[in-house]
């Protein structure tokens, strides 16, 4: 399989302080690859601005031999890219279903003439959507907690539901950014199998940042 991304000099400035310094790396399609270093050594801002957070000060970003540089996060998501954070920024006050239901892009009902025109097209999106979403959950193993609100969950939990998550974007690249931080030795299994099975049985690349050289 060939190159899926590609960093060629990539340079980030915060004031006086370079934080990303011609940065250059690739990453091969349907494989799971590691970004190293220690803290403080810029791997999140190089996560930031392959996913549009953060603007670079100069070089490109190669996605599917397009180039993504300095594109909004929604444009960027758009292209099939999708990332998670060290710290889980799930919506607490929603369940844990309607969490994944949320993320599919261009929904009917979001719109306002759509539930007054389309009411057949809007629920019918919405069952898809909806059994979509029950069938990543049972993946992650979190489908029994379906009906639970996302704040209720442990850390590794809220880790799983970032991966279904992004999983509900169908996307070709997966930034992790620390997926095991604060995650017990039995939720880590369930994860790593996870990723694995989503790199080997769909295709899905991976990119992550872990210091647990175990993941």
């Not at 279903?97 to 025109?117: A, D, K, S, T």
Request: net charge negative; proline share 6%; aromatic share 8%.
């Amino acid at each position: 399989m060939g190159t899926i991304l590609e960093v060629q000099d990539l340079v980030k400035d915060f004031g006086g302080l370079r934080a990303v310094n011609r940065c250059s790396f690739a990453v091969q399609q349907g494989m799971i690859t590691g970004l190293i270093g220690p803290n403080g050594a810029g791997k999140t801002t190089v996560f930031n601005l392959i996913t549009g957070f953060y603007r670079p000060d100069s070089g490109r970003i190669i996605f599917n031999e397009e180039e993504i540089t300095g594109l909004p996060p929604h444009r960027v998501f758009h292209k099939k890219v999708c990332r998670t954070f060290q710290i889980p920024r799930e919506f607490g006050e929603m369940t844990v279903l309607e969490n994944l239901m949320l993320v599919p892009p261009g929904q009917l009902g979001e719109r306002l003439w759509g539930p007054l025109f389309l009411p057949w097209q809007v629920r019918r999106q919405e069952t898809a959507i909806w059994d979509k979403a029950l069938e990543i959950l049972e993946f992650v193993e979190l489908a029994e907690l379906k009906n639970e609100y996302a704040q209720t969950l442990s850390g590794g939990q809220k880790k799983l539901l970032e991966l279904a998550r992004t999983m509900m974007a169908d996307p070709q690249l997966v930034l992790l950014d620390e997926p095991g931080a604060g995650v017990n030795p039995t939720l880590m299994k369930r994860l790593v199998g996870s990723i694995k099975q989503l790199c080997e049985d769909k295709g899905v690349t991976f990119f992550l940042i872990e210091h647990d050289m175990n993941l």
